[in-house]
């Protein structure tokens, strides 16, 4: 095979190498450049450094990595180490790197350099700084405000790492990697990029002018394992009985909106009432990034599209819903409804596709009332507030809110039905909720959750149709007999 090493020893810097060997721009530091990103494969999960260890990392460390770096990069033909396998390219820059710390005498110990090694390969074939925290499931968010600032979110709460990057140019090059390898690019003239991560991680960049203090770039990690309804109980986000009665929910066909603030747990909570739909049933999902995962045979997965470099070929989530209207769907499930689409999405579940559901983004089920509401009139759609509310009671039967608590747990607070209209307000009822009742010493936050002790919820005839009447009197009886106190 081709060995990318460059014929030359690897040059002790300053030396220049020989100019066809190196793919244009030559990068000076440790940085890689937009050019290399292109031609890099995609990047391999992180090796096992433990992420932690960058927080006692002094100057001295970052100095020599970046005077083995400049030196590495000279000496090696990044074209033909991009055609290497990952493991085969970090072999070779593993012999490299030996040969130029005994060329320039660089004191290490054995620990040291397997650490340096792991950087400088994570430079090279990945994302740098982050492959340590990629490579961690436990993380839910990572948020890089510029190069010296990187926040990860773990158990539901939000810490500071010691992790840094070079510069913010090598922040940039990193998120310009990450855009490149979905056609896309970040620049001054197109500030803002949502991509996504080959492993399903969703990502948005936005990049000076816009961004003041550097490039800001935050991932939402992608969970393979994703929380199934049980998880949710054992964390305490909802009862075992709450969880009975969002399976029936689920089940039964109810149109159902979920509600709550960023990273409340909506996605999370969507996919798990998908997973009690029946078997036989012909599901579409519109997401902006695949995030759900269902486990029905008879599913199709449309995602939208951003415009291209152009401005071109964007195709909306609008798009999406009204597409799948004439794919036969049984139910229409949508990621995150954002805008025009309400409108849509609630015609469906007028027309025949029972159980559709979708997320949005409101902090109380009457706010999510509300902000449909807007979502539709600043849609464009030129209809009187009365107009639009009849058409949100006749569709929308639950909405179920997802909190992040003060304390990093997440909790589903309400289990709230639309019950008809009073005048001109959508009137509500709320068939099970979460009571905050104090917090132990810790801050963890203490509550419980009970029906409000509606018997029949407007929905018993479809439970009943679906056989599922007796289960859900039992639900409903049960969380009114106190569900002990549960936190996450
Ligand atoms: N009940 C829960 N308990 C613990 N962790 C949870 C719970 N629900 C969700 N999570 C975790 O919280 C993170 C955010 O969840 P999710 O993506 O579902 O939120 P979201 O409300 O859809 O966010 P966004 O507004 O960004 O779309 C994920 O890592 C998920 O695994
Ligand atoms: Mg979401």
């Keep these: ?39 890099m494969p995609a990047p391999p999960l992180a090796p096992s450094a433990p992420p932690m260890m960058s927080n006692q990392r002094s100057e001295s460390f970052y100095e020599v990595k970046a005077q083995i770096f400049g030196a590495l990069i000279e000496a090696i033909d990044l074209t033909q180490l991009a055609k290497l ?37 994570n430079d090279v074939l990945g994302y740098g700084p982050l492959e340590p925290l ?17 926040y990860i979110e773990v158990k539901g709460k939000i810490q500071q790492t010691g992790i840094r990057f070079r510069d913010n140019q090598q922040l940039h090059n990193i998120c310009q990697r990450i855009v490149s390898q979905i056609g896309r690019r970040v620049d001054e003239s197109s500030p803002i990029c949502d991509a996504r991560l080959p492993d399903g991680s969703r990502v948005n960049v936005i990049v000076p002018p816009l961004s003041i203090d550097g490039p800001a770039l935050t991932i939402r990690k992608f969970k393979k394992d994703k929380l199934k309804l049980s998880d949710l109980v054992k964390f305490g986000s909802i009862s075992p ?7 029936i929910i689920g089940r039964c066909r109810v149109n159902t909106l979920i509600s709550g603030g960023t990273g409340s747990g909506k996605t999370t909570l969507l996919n798990c009432l998908t997973a009690a739909i029946d078997n036989d049933e012909r599901i579409i999902t519109c997401e902006d990034a695949a995030e759900l995962q269902l486990q029905q045979p008879h599913v199709v997965r449309l ?45 469906a579940m007028n027309t025949g596709h029972d ?7 409101a902090n109380s089920p009457r706010e999510a009332l509300s902000r449909l509401e807007s979502m539709i009139t600043m849609g464009g759609f030129a209809l009187p507030p009365r107009t639009i509310r009849e058409m949100v009671v ?49 801050g963890n936050m203490l509550g419980r959750h009970r029906s409000t002790g509606i018997g029949q919820p407007r929905f018993w005839d479809r439970a009943k149709y679906y056989g599922e009447q007796n289960r859900l009197a039992a639900a409903l009886d049960a969380s009114e007999a106190l569900d002990p106190m549960g936190r996450l």
């Design 85 to 121: 396998e990952p493991i085969a390219a970090r072999e070779e820059i593993r012999d490299i790197v030996i040969e130029i710390i005994t060329i320039k005498n660089v004191v290490m110990s054995i620990a040291e350099q397997e650490e340096l090694l792991d950087d400088i390969c």
């Design 134 to 150: 990629l490579a961690r499931d436990d993380i839910a968010d990572i948020m890089v405000n510029g190069a010296n600032t990187v």
């Design 1 to 39: 095979m081709d060995t990318p090493r460059a014929p030359a020893q690897p040059a002790p810097a300053p030396a220049p190498a020989p100019s066809q060997l190196l793919p244009p721009p030559v990068v000076s530091d440790f940085a890689p450049s937009a050019g290399m990103s292109a031609a």
């Design 355 to 361: 159980g559709s559901m979708g997320t949005l983004h």
């Design 303 to 347: 995602e939208t599209r951003p415009p291209n470099l152009e401005g071109e070929g964007q195709i909306t989530m609008r798009d999406l819903v009204r597409n799948c209207l004439r794919m036969r769907p049984e139910r229409i499930i949508v990621g995150e409804v954002r805008g025009a689409e309400a409108f849509d999405l609630l015609q």
């Design 394 to 442: 006749s569709s929308i039967d639950v909405i179920i809110q997802a909190s992040r608590m003060r304390d990093g747990s997440r909790r589903i607070t309400h289990v709230t039905e639309v019950v008809g209209m009073e005048g001109d307000i959508v009137t509500t009822q709320d068939l099970f909720v979460y009571d905050y009742l104090g917090e132990d010493q810790n």
């Design 241 to 247: 009985s709450g969880a009975e009665l969002l399976q």
